[in-house]
Structures are given as C-alpha cells and as structure tokens.
C-alpha cells in the first residue's frame, strides 16, 4: 500500500513531552507544541468561516425573518469566533465577547424603525 493521496501526514496530539513549566528545556518538544497550537488555531479559525457562510446563505434565503430563522447559526457563529484570534489567549474568556455591563438598561445592539 501507499500513503493515500490528499491526506495531511502529521501528529494531531500534543507532544508528550513537553514540560509546560520548563517549555525551554526540550526545543524539539516546544517547536512540535506551537506548530500542535497553531494548527488547532487555524481549524477553529476555517470552523468559524464555514459557519459564517451559512449565516450569510441563511440570511439570503430568510429575508426579514433571519432574526428568527437564523438564530442559532448566529449563536454557534459567536461562539466559535470567542477567543480564537492570535492576541487573545492571554485574556480571560469574559473579556472576549461583547460586554453590555454597565451600559444601563436602555443599551440595544440593534435599532429596527
């Protein structure tokens, strides 16, 4: 047999040994574990194109009734783009979303006249 065409080659776990309270001691192990990071980072980043696709056809095929229709593709949209960008994994998940706290009762995202 041969290796299959079009399928990637590559380890999709973490690497064993690496020590994330000593990431320096093996650069072998540190370099394998970006590159592990990176790549779950870009499939969560496509993950969250595809769905931004189906929103938009959604919102094509619903017309005035996409607030309804669409609903939980916009929730499962929002909910993979929190915390996946490349500054973000330092801040805590709450800081990520769209914070309405403070703003008073009268606040609307969204005006419809």
Same mark, same amino acid.
């Given at each position: 047999?041969?290796?299959?065409?079009?399928?990637?080659?590559?380890?999709?776990?973490?690497?064993?040994?690496?020590?994330?309270?000593?990431?320096?001691?093996?650069?072998?192990?540190?370099?394998?574990?970006?590159?592990?990071?990176?790549?779950?980072?870009?499939?969560? #980043?496509?993950?969250? +194109?595809?769905? @931004?696709?189906?929103?938009?056809?959604?919102?094509?095929? %619903? !017309?005035?009734?996409?607030?309804?229709?669409?609903?939980?593709?916009?929730?499962?949209?929002?909910?993979?783009?929190?915390? #996946?960008?490349?500054? +973000?994994?330092? @801040?805590?998940?709450?800081?990520?979303?769209?914070?309405? %706290? !403070?703003?008073?009762?009268?606040?609307?995202?969204?005006?419809?006249?």
């Amino acid at each position: 047999m041969g290796r299959k065409k079009g399928v990637a080659e590559f380890e999709e776990s973490p690497p064993d040994d690496f020590d994330p309270s000593n990431p320096y001691k093996d650069p072998v192990a540190m370099l394998e574990m970006r590159e592990h990071v990176v790549r779950e980072k870009w499939i969560d #980043i496509e993950k969250a +194109k595809i769905l @931004r696709e189906k929103l938009k056809w959604c919102y094509r095929i %619903e !017309g005035v009734n996409h607030l309804q229709k669409c609903r939980h593709l916009v929730r499962q949209y929002l909910d993979s783009t929190r915390g #996946i960008g490349w500054g +973000k994994d330092q @801040r805590p998940p709450s800081l990520h979303g769209l914070n309405l %706290e !403070g703003m008073g009762d009268d606040c609307t995202l969204f005006s419809i006249d």
